[in-house]
């Protein structure tokens, strides 16, 4: 499977991403299978150091493979079914708690973008219940993530180039 990863940087070797700001499934190396998404994120990281004084003339998308068969037996993989309780459950713990630990090596699922940021800050202060938080969300267009949550899932990625957006 091909998937990528945006930034504003070569990324041969990823690895675990630890921020002080909540990430979606906690630490992680995050990739997607959408090259648009991968753009979009390295453009949110462009942004993001540009605040800093940081200036970069490329936004990279890096890309990778990731053999599935050889995955699926040996690491412990999270996929999410679409927009579910169980998967806004795993985000508001992995926001709320940066410490937060779950035992998979890879969670596929939904992205938390602008769109559903909005309705994710209301059940994360405690305005809107989660009920609500996912009727809300039904039939939203929202691109898939995936995350690499060990060194162990790392291992199974392959460096094979990256674009310059």
Same mark, same amino acid.
């Given at each position: ?122 059940? =994360? ?31 199974? =990625? ?8």
């Amino acid at each position: 499977m091909r998937i990528y990863h945006g930034s504003t940087a070569i990324v041969e070797e990823p690895s675990i991403i630890r921020c002080e700001i909540g990430s979606d499934f906690g630490y992680g190396f995050y990739t997607t299978d959408n090259k648009e998404q991968a753009n979009s994120w390295a453009k949110r990281r462009a942004m993001f150091e540009n605040r800093k004084g940081i200036r970069h003339a490329h936004l990279v998308i890096n890309i990778y493979e990731c053999n599935d068969c050889s995955v699926a037996n040996v690491l412990k993989i999270k996929e999410f079914d679409g927009i579910t309780m169980e998967w806004l459950d795993m985000i508001v713990n992995c926001k709320r708690d940066l410490s937060h630990a779950h035992p998979y090596d890879i969670v596929i699922g939904k992205i938390i973008n602008d769109d559903v940021s909005e309705t994710l800050s209301y059940v =994360l202060q405690g305005f809107m219940k989660k009920e609500e938080a996912l009727e809300r969300l039904e039939g939203q267009k929202i691109n898939n993530q995936i995350a690499f949550c060990s060194e162990k899932a790392l291992s199974y =990625l392959t460096y094979q180039g990256y674009l310059f957006e």
